[in-house]
Structures are given as structure tokens and as C-alpha cells.
């Protein structure tokens, strides 16, 4: 069975009453791609990664994990 990426990014964003657009503008990406990775369509780098992490103030590995 294939592992896929999961992800808490919506879930954690709005328990810090932040827009996708706010959130967009802190990690310096579009507001679209902030939705995309919230739906799984798009896995983000690891520098995207790391800065929604840095933006939200928790580790990466409660951002994204894997799953089976």
C-alpha cells in the first residue's frame, strides 16, 4: 500500500484566525497555493514546508505526515 502526505495545514491555520491570504503573505506564496496544499493536490518543498511551519509557530512533523 502506498504511504500518502496528510496534512493539518488548514486545521492550524484557522485555530490562529489566519486567512489563507494572511497566511499566503507570511510565507511569501500565493493564496492559491496555500489552498492547494490544504486540499492535497500540491506538496509543497521543503522550504515551503518549512516556512508555513516557521509562519505557524509549530514543527513541520505536525504540519505533514504520512500516512498508509
Do not use: C, H, W
Not at 33 to 50: C, D, M
Request: proline fraction near 3%; avoid cysteine; aromatic fraction near 2%.
Amino acid at each position: 500500500m502506498a504511504e500518502e502526505l496528510r496534512n493539518r495545514l488548514r486545521e492550524l491555520r484557522e485555530a490562529r484566525g489566519l486567512t489563507q491570504g494572511q497566511l499566503a503573505e507570511l510565507v511569501g506564496v500565493s493564496r492559491k497555493t496555500i489552498n492547494t496544499v490544504e486540499n492535497g493536490i500540491y506538496v509543497p518543498s521543503t522550504v515551503i514546508a518549512l516556512k508555513l511551519a516557521r509562519a505557524l509557530d509549530e514543527p513541520v512533523e505536525r504540519l505533514f505526515s504520512l500516512t498508509k
